[in-house]
């Protein structure tokens, strides 16, 4: 692979290569990540590339969109056929851009949105103080039982009969635990306020049948394409028919110009892999692993936040171990393992430092893990926090981590 690259441009090639091998060897328990097939990537590195396309199939403000309009609509097509949706607009180039799209849609500049604190597992576009979405709006927070680390539903309801957002986003970057949408229609309802199902992490889940669907409950629904969708790098947003028109209007030309017609061709290959029944067996996977990464876990003294996990992470609370997450991200790098620090429901520290870590299976999984690897990970885990700042002992894991990767390889063809 890359053979044209390596031959014309040897320092570009060499740091993708070495990114190549960082991913192989290493345990990659990023949530939020996965490997991509060969079959997406070679249609996101396409001939599309070159193709300005703004507008939508059949009406382009460009000439020579034939095939862009085929593969945009098989895109659409092929995401309405998965989540069961009325409307789908493929062209978001990120979950960011895609929650953009919604709240231009039917918000103005000062109106109020119920979301997800951050720090309770909430997203930066949800309404974080540094994001448009917290400058431009009116943010109504809400927190998790800091007890359970639980959705508080009612807690929510109330929240929303006070305050009357115009618009309630349901979704989380860091809840591992399943989300009621119904519930969540419940309290929109009383309220008034429009419903948005922010389903990035959990969307490849939803397609398979491993998490309840955001449909008919919710007026949007939102997702990335790279998690544990496994696509390409994107957005996607689904809607009622009835909102179709503002939904595109905004995507473009509200907030984009020309679509990214290559993800688009990445993302009608990996939705035609979501189709496929090895797909809904990989998310069953992914869950069953997560349980067992929990499990493995917690026998080894480790605290979760909600206990346990219903979907493809676990959010560690890492107070009873006398470490923050900061450390404990350095700390597991060193030992062959990525994973991100994450703040916790009534986190003390700041959210650089955060007293948690995040760990999620779609990648480890795609790779062929099961049960029995995820109970060494979490072996692995305690070791490395165990040995703290002791780099032998974090090599002696790393070599150990190699030994394991390397009876997964991630790109087996090559
Ligand atoms: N929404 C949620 C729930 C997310 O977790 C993320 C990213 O992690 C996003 C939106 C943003 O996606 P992107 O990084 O593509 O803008």
Not at 36 to 46: D, I, K, T
Not at 165 to 172: D, F, Q, R, Y
Not at 176 to 203: S, V
Not at 209 to 221: R, W
């Amino acid at each position: 692979m890359f053979e044209h690259l390596k031959n014309s441009d040897k320092e570009v090639y060499d740091i993708i290569e070495r990114e190549h091998r960082r991913q192989e060897d290493n345990l990659e328990m990023i949530a939020s990540e996965n490997f991509a097939s060969f079959s997406v990537l070679e249609a996101a590195s396409s001939f599309f590339t070159n193709k300005y396309a703004e507008g939508y199939p059949g009406k382009r403000y460009y000439g020579g969109c034939l095939y862009c309009d085929e593969i945009e609509l098989m895109a659409i097509e092929r995401c309405k056929r998965i989540f069961g949706a009325e409307h789908a607009n493929v062209q978001p180039l990120s979950g960011t851009a895609a929650n953009m799209a919604v709240y231009f849609a039917v918000l103005e500049q000062g109106d109020s949105i119920l979301s997800m604190d951050l720090a309770h597992g909430g997203h930066l576009s949800h309404g974080h103080p540094l994001s448009f979405s917290g400058r431009f709006y009116k943010i109504i927070p809400a927190k998790n039982n800091l007890e359970t680390g639980l959705i508080d539903y009612e807690r929510m309801e109330k929240l929303a009969l006070e305050n009357k957002p115009k618009l309630i986003i349901c979704g989380a970057s860091a809840y591992p635990r399943i989300i009621d949408f119904k519930r969540y229609r419940e309290i929109a309802d009383k309220a008034g306020a429009y419903l948005m199902a922010d389903i990035a992490h959990i969307a490849g889940l939803v397609a398979a049948g491993e998490h309840p669907s955001p449909f008919p409950f919710c007026d949007f629904v939102t997702t990335t394409t790279h998690k544990t969708l496994r696509g390409p790098r994107g957005g996607v947003i689904m809607s009622k028919k009835e909102h179709a028109a503002i939904i595109d209007r905004q995507v473009f030309p509200g907030i984009q110009g020309g679509p990214h017609m290559h993800i688009i061709a990445a993302k009608a290959a990996a939705f035609g892999e979501a189709l496929k029944p090895e797909f809904r067996s990989y998310q069953r996977q992914i869950v069953k692993n997560s349980k067992a990464l929990a499990a493995g876990l917690l026998r080894n003294g480790f605290t979760l936040v909600t206990g346990g996990t219903d979907n493809h992470m676990v959010l560690v609370d890492l107070r009873n171990r006398n470490m923050t997450g900061k450390t404990a991200q350095n700390i597991l790098e060193d030992a062959g393992i990525t994973a991100n620090k994450n703040s916790i429901p009534g986190d003390p520290e700041k959210p650089f430092v955060t007293s948690g870590i995040r760990l999620g299976t779609p990648a480890v999984t795609t790779r062929g893990m099961k049960e029995a690897e995820m109970t060494r990970i979490a072996e692995f885990i305690n070791r490395a926090v165990e040995a703290g700042e002791n780099k032998k002992a974090l090599n002696a894991i790393r070599d150990e981590v190699k030994t394991m990767t390397a009876d997964f390889p991630i790109y087996k063809s090559e």
